[in-house]
């Protein structure tokens, strides 16, 4: 598999060799981003009052806004083209981490033969 480009079968991967090959340190080019966080996005992870399960998802949070576009391009972590966002982040209702992807579907079977259904006749205000 080429790992730098979008022929895994899932909707992402950790690209480790593109990560080594262009390290600035000769190491990681995620760990060197890691490192220039680690007095704000990370530092913010462990600064609150609230529950350890709060900091571990606040450092979730951050883990994946340093691994992904727009911080790291091309991302430690990459996506199917197929992939057109995804974001992780603490819920604002319960604390608990939560993701968010969008992709890129076919109709489902039974809409893609509904004429009425793909010209929008039936769902369109």
Known sequence: MNLHSDTSAGPFWVDEEYDREYASD?????????RDRLDSSFAECWETWGEPSSRCVEFASAVWRTASGPVMAPGYVRSNSWVLGARVERSQWDGSLIAAVSLVAPWPAALARSVDWQGGRRWRD
């Open 26 to 34: 000769g190491v990681s080019r995620y760990g060197a981003y890691v």
